[in-house]
């Protein structure tokens, strides 16, 4: 498989100020480099605090990073030029009902990231949301409905429809199964890789629990204190972890703090 993705010393500091005292510099994320492949699973684990989450920020294009690079088909992308991250990378949040306006309904969200994303003229774009809802599993009524209408499954295939609406490259899932009933997350996890299969989407899925990613990654990145300290083929990870914290968090699912 061809590289899709590639981070290279990317890392992210943040200036912690207490008072009038000069701000003390906090490193969040020392530099990690990794690569990802078109239609590729690369799940991203770690404890509370780990960097998991500013990983995921950064990719996205929600925060800055304060070094490194991140290339799109060998191109840089550009910081602080969020429309051409927001075209070809997508996040889907934990939050779902958080996440979604609740003064708009579901059509009018996903025809805003169209009108700001593509040239399509209007008949086309409430097209493409008709297809997109039905792709998801939801009916072309839905279009009308507001977030609270909904379930929670139902708001997080929403939120899967708002993300792939666009025909993005990848999509960055932040715990988006946390919560779920068991039944409605083992629907949402055969969603996307049913979307995988379909679009040639590549996800990187940041995760607590080792079931779901023995299930749809391909490759496994381990987070410690801000760190990588393990990645590798999941089949490979999980039969030969090379380091203490590895073999907790796939044993137990989370790792506490304290380690």
């Not at 609406?165 to 946390?178: G, K, R, Y």
């Not at 040639?200 to 987070?223: N, T, W």
Request: aromatic residues 6%; proline residues 4%; hydrophobic residues 40%.
């Amino acid at each position: 498989m061809s590289c899709l993705l590639e981070v290279k010393g990317l890392y992210k500091n943040y200036i912690h100020k207490s008072g009038w005292l000069p701000g003390k510099r906090v490193c969040a994320l020392e530099p990690i480099s990794f690569t990802l492949a078109k239609g590729e699973s690369l799940a991203v684990m770690g404890e509370t605090g780990s960097g998991k989450t500013t990983l995921a920020k950064l990719i996205a294009g929600a925060e800055p990073p304060s070094g490194g690079e991140i290339l799109l088909n060998g191109e840089r992308l550009e910081t602080g030029n969020y429309r051409q991250r927001c075209r070809h990378i997508r996040m889907i949040f934990q939050d779902s009902l958080g996440s979604l306006n609740p003064q708009t309904t579901v059509g009018q969200q996903l025809l805003e990231s169209l009108k700001f994303n593509t040239d399509l003229s209007n008949q086309e774009q409430v097209d493409r949301v008709n297809e997109t809802l039905m792709k998801v599993g939801l009916l072309p009524d839905h279009f009308f409905f507001y977030p609270h209408m909904l379930s929670s499954g139902q708001q997080q295939r929403v939120c899967i429809a708002r993300a792939i609406v666009i025909n993005p490259q990848i999509i960055v899932a932040d715990e988006a199964l946390v919560g779920l009933d068991p039944s409605v997350r083992a629907q949402i996890i055969n969603l996307l890789l049913d979307l995988q299969q379909d679009m040639g989407i590549s996800f990187i899925f940041i995760s607590h629990s080792p079931e779901i990613v023995k299930h749809v990654a391909d490759k496994i990145l381990i987070m410690h204190r801000g760190k990588m300290i393990e990645f590798g083929k999941t089949s490979e990870l999980i039969k030969n972890p090379t380091e203490h914290v590895t073999e907790l968090l796939l044993q137990s699912g989370i790792i506490k703090n304290q380690l």
